[in-house]
């Protein structure tokens, strides 16, 4: 149950591009298709948890006046494997992340993880709040591509062969007509009502989850009296 409840507040309660609002930089440059987004969102998981980990392991190591700058030599290094790694297997996909890969390590989210989690707790949960908030910040990402490719594009999942090289590059759905696309849905401003939309959104199941918790309650209290 506590797992649960730790995931949940990650994933969904605290979602560091829905609620937090943080690292919203690459969150509207890089969902204007879902596989961007998704790329992006897989990529910066694997900096939190890697970097999360390695600062949980060392923290007794770590003098407090200086640690701000060793979590930036930690955060730095981690990209330029990664970045190395994605150049060396996955470029198609490293070309259309490109400058958002270095970008990566002045991401607010993963420094502050970093100082507020893995610097203070145990590697077990560092490791799993690196997940967390990297999966949340990458679902939050994947809903904002998808909306924005499917209205600006009229496609889903298009260049889905850059994360999986067996599939060829036909393989896409078409939802929208090219002709009858909202070109407005994949400029700056569409990223902007977009992410509002979803908040929006997210913000009324939440009041209406809680007016439910609520009549549940008051219900339950009636049949005691």
């Not at 994605?86 to 991401?107: E, R």
């Not at 993880?113 to 999966?135: E, H, M, T």
Request: aromatic share 12%.
């Amino acid at each position: 149950m506590k797992l649960r409840k730790f995931l949940k507040k990650r994933l969904w309660n605290n979602n560091s591009s829905l609620v937090q609002l943080l690292g919203l930089c690459p969150v509207l440059a890089m969902t204007t298709n879902a596989v961007n987004a998704i790329g992006l969102g897989i990529t910066t998981t694997f900096v939190l948890t890697i970097t999360n980990s390695i600062i949980s392991i060392l923290k007794c190591f770590i003098p407090k006046d200086i640690r701000i700058p060793i979590y930036m030599i930690i955060v730095s290094s981690t990209v330029t494997c990664i970045e190395m790694l994605l150049h060396a297997y996955q470029y198609n996909l490293y070309q259309s992340l490109g400058v958002f890969i270095p970008l990566i390590v002045t991401n607010c989210i993963i420094v502050g993880r970093a100082d507020y989690i893995a610097y203070k707790n145990s590697f077990f949960i560092a490791f799993l709040d690196g997940i967390s908030i990297g999966l949340g910040s990458t679902f939050a990402m994947f809903i904002i591509g998808s909306i924005r490719e499917i209205l600006g594009n009229g496609t889903f999942l298009f260049g889905l062969n850059k994360i999986f090289n067996i599939l060829d590059h036909s393989f896409f759905f078409t939802f929208i007509d090219k002709n009858s696309t909202i070109i407005l849905a994949i400029l700056p401003p569409g990223g902007f009502l977009v992410l509002g939309f979803v908040i929006a959104f997210k913000n009324y199941l939440d009041l209406n989850k809680k007016k439910i918790n609520c009549l549940k309650c008051f219900h339950s209290c009636k049949l005691k009296q």
